[in-house]
């Protein structure tokens, strides 16, 4: 049996078994398209964090971009997101062919990873990567000075628990960038003094099955305070996504 948790080299070098999640610029390739192109701006979606001589935990690292970026900004990064043995949180739709949306998740996954792991080299990356749940982060993964949770929040069934598990292993800051929700979700909860999460999947058009949540600034503020994160810094920053302009919010933590 294998003694590191780290996943094992994968030697990817064929882009068609490859899915990229974020444009990048990857070295000796070029540009490859994906759906969220953060060139340029990486620094306001991680919170203008200074990443210099930080071990940082990056929950969902997708494609592997922001790691890449952080490791350049002096990070020692290790990337965790789930791989094909587990299963992404599918919003149940009654009557949906459930087995078929988890193999397609599968076989996208898959690709997902390989993207990592070509861009891995390319970019002569030391991160490592561990494959596993969100939910259940193996204890033997250490300790992080940093913990990131980019765009995960809102695809996941339970995304208290998702960011409990992450700030377990997490000594100093927290950065959680998420896409702000509409205006008048923002002025109800204002008026109201509520602290909103807005439920997404629409029963009527059983539609999106991968994305749950809408969470507010105000709640995800006090998600990271029960959780221990004492100072709280919010940013805002638009972000261009399959063409279009984003707006999005990172709020960043600090335990002291
Ligand atoms: C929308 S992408 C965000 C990528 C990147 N963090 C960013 O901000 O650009 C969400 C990532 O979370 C991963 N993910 C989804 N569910 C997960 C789970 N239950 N455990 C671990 N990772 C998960 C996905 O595979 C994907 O890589």
Redesign the pocket.
Known sequence: MSDTIWAPPRDVTDLEDCYF??TMDIPGLGVVEGE?D?RGKEAA?LGNVDFNGKRVL?????SG??CFSMEKMGAEVVG???DEN?Q??IVPFHGIDYEEHIALFKRH?RK?NNGWWLAHKANNSSANVVY????RIPETIGRFDVG?????LL??RDPFL?LQSIAAHVDQTIIV?DILPRLRSRVLEYVTRARHMHFIPDAKTKAPYDTWWRISPRLMREFLMVLGFKRIEVSYHDQCFQGKTARLYTMVGHRY
């Open positions: 999640y974020h969220w953060l979606y990056e929950a969902g690292t997708a971009h922001l965790y997101d789930i587990q992404w949180d996954i997902l596993g749940t969100i939910y990131t949770l980019g765009s995960i695809h996941l998702a960038a």
